[in-house]
Structure formats: structure tokens, C-alpha cells
């Protein structure tokens, strides 16, 4: 299993970025998958989930409205549609594989609760 994440970089604020995650090894439309951040000096948090088909996607309340997730089944591959970009959205980004692979469609907000991660993107949000 491989994950690899592309896309960060620095943005202004209210600047857009892009996420990648490109995914092998794996039934990928069998797998809900999500992204994560950890932000200078901070844990790790969910931000952002979706299942295996893509029709259900879930969001930290932070982050509602501005990110969209979204999956691409036959490219094995993961997004992340990050828009107004905020300074408090500064951290390193990974994708993670939800490890209940028997059940697509839950998604879980519990970081615990992924078993496969990627390297991780940078991004950055300053003037």
C-alpha cells in the first residue's frame, strides 16, 4: 500500500490549493479515506472524509464550506479543494485509508481508526 501526497505549497489568504492524493496497493473504491493535518506545535486532526463510493463526504466544522473532498475511483485517487484559505489552516496534510475496509461507507473521525498513511504535503497560508 502507497500513498502519495502532492499539491501543497504557499497561499495567501483567501487563496485556493489543491490536494492530491494518488493511492496503490489497494481496492481504493473499497476503502473510506480521509485527510489530516497537524499544524505548527499541534496534534493531529481530521479534517475532511469521504467513502468509498464518494457520495458521502464529511467535514470538521472549521472547514465547512470552504473545503471540498472528492474521489476519483478509477485514477485511485484522493482530493482535497481547499478554498479562502486561513493562516490557522497552516500544517502538513496526509491522506490516511479508514482500516474498516469490510464497511465503505463509515467514515471515521478518529485518527486511530486509519491504518495506512501517506508522507504528508505542506501547506502554507501567510501574507
Known amino acids: 500500500v502507497q500513498f502519495m501526497e502532492s499539491g501543497g505549497g504557499l497561499a495567501q489568504p483567501g487563496g485556493s490549493l489543491t490536494l492530491s492524493c494518488l493511492t496503490s496497493?489497494?481496492?481504493?473504491?473499497?476503502?473510506?479515506m480521509s485527510w489530516a493535518r497537524q499544524g505548527p506545535g499541534l496534534g493531529l486532526e481530521w479534517v475532511s472524509g469521504i467513502d468509498g463510493s464518494g457520495v458521502g463526504t464529511y467535514y470538521r466544522e472549521s472547514v465547512q464550506g470552504r473545503f471540498s473532498i472528492y474521489r476519483d475511483n478509477a485514477k485511485g485517487t484522493l482530493y482535497l479543494q481547499m478554498n479562502n484559505l486561513k493562516p490557522e489552516d497552516t500544517g502538513r496534510y496526509f491522506c490516511?485509508?479508514?482500516?474498516?475496509?469490510?464497511?465503505?461507507?463509515?467514515?471515521?473521525?478518529?485518527?486511530?481508526?486509519?491504518?495506512?498513511w501517506g508522507l504528508g504535503t505542506q501547506v502554507t497560508v501567510s501574507s
Open positions: 496497493g489497494f481496492a481504493f473504491s473499497s476503502a473510506a
Open positions: 490516511a485509508r479508514s482500516k474498516h475496509t469490510s464497511d465503505a461507507n463509515y467514515v471515521p473521525t478518529l485518527m486511530g481508526e486509519y491504518d495506512y
